[in-house]
């Protein structure tokens, strides 16, 4: 669940008060975009109307807790699942519309750029994909 660091195994860490923190901070960034979270819908109300793209440039420690707290995904479970590139590009879409949305990741950690240009495209320098 949502507060998965009260778990015994997490017993002693900052991992708790990280989390939260991520979450508060990308909350506030997102609601400045006009995307208020509703952490018990696990969905955002959309002012609506939005039609920006932002950047966010974050190491993989941020962007796999930032991740996890936009997608309502408890970071455990994504920090296991999903993995990130040294210079993958991630897109996540939030709908335009006003009212209730969810936002959708259309790619993680894509390395089209990388290929496009001729560079090595193994994965953390280590997997061939």
């Given at each position: 669940?949502?507060?998965?660091?009260?778990?015994?195994?997490?017993?002693g860490t900052k991992l708790g008060e990280g989390i939260e923190r991520v979450q508060r901070e990308a909350d506030?960034?997102?609601?400045g975009f006009g995307y208020r979270?509703?952490?018990e819908k696990?969905?955002?109300?959309?002012?609506?109307?939005n039609a920006k793209r932002v950047a966010l440039f974050a190491h993989h420690g941020v962007s796999c807790a930032f991740f996890s707290c936009v997608l309502?995904?408890?970071?455990?479970q994504y920090a296991i699942h999903f993995d990130l590139q040294?210079?993958?590009?991630?897109?996540?879409?939030?709908?335009e519309e006003r009212g209730?949305?969810?936002?959708r990741a259309l790619q993680i950690s894509n390395d089209a750029h990388l290929y496009?240009?001729?560079?090595?495209?193994?994965?953390?320098?280590?997997?061939r994909v």
């Open positions: 669940g949502r507060r998965w660091y009260e778990h015994p195994a997490f017993a506030e960034w997102l609601a979270h509703d952490l696990n969905m955002y109300y959309s002012e609506g109307g309502d995904i408890p970071f455990p040294h210079s993958g590009m991630s897109v996540i879409y939030f709908p209730w949305v969810i936002p496009r240009a001729g560079l090595p495209t193994l994965y953390n320098y280590e997997v």
